[in-house]
C-alpha cells in the first residue's frame, strides 16, 4: 500500500481522534514507556524556568508524560490534526501548557519559536514526508548542547523483531482499528513502521543534521527490538545540508 502523507495522514488522524486513546489504553506500558523517554531528556526535575517542545502530540498523551515528568516546564504541544488537537485541549492541564496546530515542517509559520530546552518527538517521523528537513528544525530550534529525544517505532534490524510487530498489528490492531473505522490510518502505521529507519539507520540520520552523542536506547517489556529513544544533543557545529 501506498503510505499516507501530509493532508491525507491529518485527515486520517482527524477520523481516529474519536478512538486513539482506546487503542493507546490496550497498549500495555504505552503511557510508562513515554515517561521514560521524556526522563530520558536529562532535564532536572521538577523543569522550572524550562521550555519544553511536543512534536506529533496526538490526543496530548506524549505531552500528559511531559507534564508528570517536569511538572513545572512550559510546553508547548505541536499537531498537525485538528481532530487529534480537539481531543488533546479538551483534556484538564496545568498553566504553562500550550496546543498548536501545524505540521512539523511548518513551526515557524505558526509562531513556534526557540530557543527550547528540550525536544519531544513522539511517533513523529516515519511519518513526516521530509524527516532530515524536521530535524535540521529541530536542530534550530534547540539552545546549545540541549536535547532531542525521539521516542519512535524503529525497528532494530532483527527479523525476529520485524515478524513480531507484523504478527501483533495484523492479529490484534488491525483487526480493533478496523472495527473502529479507521483500518487505512493503522495500515499505514504498520507499514510506516517495517519502511522506516532501522534503530541504526536512524542515528545516522540524526548525526547528520547536526547532532551529537547519538544513542539508541530500547524501550523495555513486549516492545523491545520494536521501539527505542533515540537521544542526541545538539552540537556547537549547524546541521550540515547533505547527508
Known amino acids: 500500500?501506498?503510505?499516507?502523507?501530509?493532508?491525507?495522514?491529518?485527515?486520517?488522524?482527524?477520523?481516529?481522534?474519536?478512538?486513539?486513546?482506546?487503542?493507546?489504553?490496550?497498549?500495555?506500558?504505552y503511557h510508562a514507556q513515554l515517561r521514560r523517554s521524556a526522563r530520558r531528556l536529562g532535564l532536572p526535575h521538577p523543569g522550572t524556568g524550562l521550555r519544553v517542545?511536543?512534536?506529533?502530540?496526538?490526543?496530548?498523551v506524549s505531552t500528559a508524560a511531559l507534564a508528570r515528568v517536569l511538572p513545572d516546564a512550559e510546553i508547548?504541544?505541536?499537531?498537525?490534526?485538528?481532530?487529534?488537537l480537539e481531543r488533546a485541549t479538551a483534556k484538564p492541564w496545568r498553566g504553562g501548557v500550550r496546543f498548536v496546530r501545524a505540521p512539523a515542517e511548518a513551526l515557524a509559520d505558526a509562531g513556534v519559536t526557540g530557543p527550547y530546552d528540550a525536544v519531544l518527538a513522539a511517533c513523529l517521523f516515519r511519518d513526516v514526508t521530509d524527516p532530515d528537513a524536521v530535524l535540521s528544525a529541530v536542530h534550530a530550534l534547540?539552545?546549545?548542547?540541549?536535547?532531542?529525544?525521539?521516542?519512535?517505532?524503529?525497528?532494530?534490524g532483527h527479523p525476529a523483531h520485524r515478524?513480531?510487530?507484523t504478527a501483533v498489528c495484523r492479529g490484534l490492531v488491525l483487526p480493533v482499528a478496523s472495527a473502529l473505522g479507521d483500518g487505512g490510518l493503522y495500515r499505514h502505521l504498520w507499514r510506516s513502521v517495517v519502511e522506516f529507519d532501522t534503530?541504526?539507520?536512524?542515528?545516522?540520520?540524526?548525526r547528520a543534521r547536526g547532532f551529537d552523542r547519538?544513542?539508541?536506547?530500547?524501550l523495555p517489556g513486549r516492545q523491545t527490538g520494536i521501539?527505542?529513544?533515540?537521544?542526541?544533543?545538539?552540537?556547537?557545529?549547524?546541521?550540515?545540508?547533505?547527508r
Open 1 to 29: 500500500m501506498t503510505l499516507l502523507r501530509d493532508a491525507d495522514l491529518s485527515t486520517a488522524f482527524d477520523h481516529a481522534a474519536h478512538s486513539y486513546d482506546t487503542l493507546v489504553a490496550a497498549t500495555p506500558g
Open 53 to 60: 517542545l511536543d512534536l506529533g502530540r496526538g490526543t496530548g
Open 76 to 84: 508547548t504541544a505541536v499537531d498537525a490534526s485538528a481532530g487529534m
Open 142 to 156: 534547540l539552545a546549545l548542547h540541549r536535547r532531542l529525544a525521539v521516542h519512535e517505532y524503529t525497528l532494530s
Open 163 to 165: 515478524a513480531v510487530w
Open 199 to 206: 534503530a541504526d539507520r536512524f542515528t545516522e540520520r540524526v
Open 214 to 218: 547519538v544513542r539508541a536506547l530500547p
Open 227 to 242: 521501539t527505542h529513544t533515540v537521544v542526541a544533543r545538539r552540537a556547537e557545529a549547524p546541521a550540515r545540508s547533505g
